[in-house]
């Protein structure tokens, strides 16, 4: 158990639930989304949005969640 990559992978899960979180109960405070929504319409900005900024970030943070159980650090778990 590597509890530095294990922290990190956490961090980054928050992060993902956090902007999932606030695109859904009030998307106007998210400045990203805001942008996104004006240069490529409200559809299509807001799927862009949640593929960068929901999906990624939490697929990246399971799969470093997973690392850090396994017992591999985080350069590891990059450089693999």
Known sequence: MQYTTIALAAFILLFALFTAYGSIKNP??????????????????????????????????????????DGETITQFITQ
């Open 28 to 69: 106007k405070d998210l400045v990203r989304l805001v942008y996104m929504r004006s240069k490529f319409g409200i559809k299509a900005g807001t799927i862009i949005h949640t593929l960068v900024y929901v999906l990624v970030p939490a697929i990246f943070g399971y799969f470093m969640l997973m690392a850090g159980f």
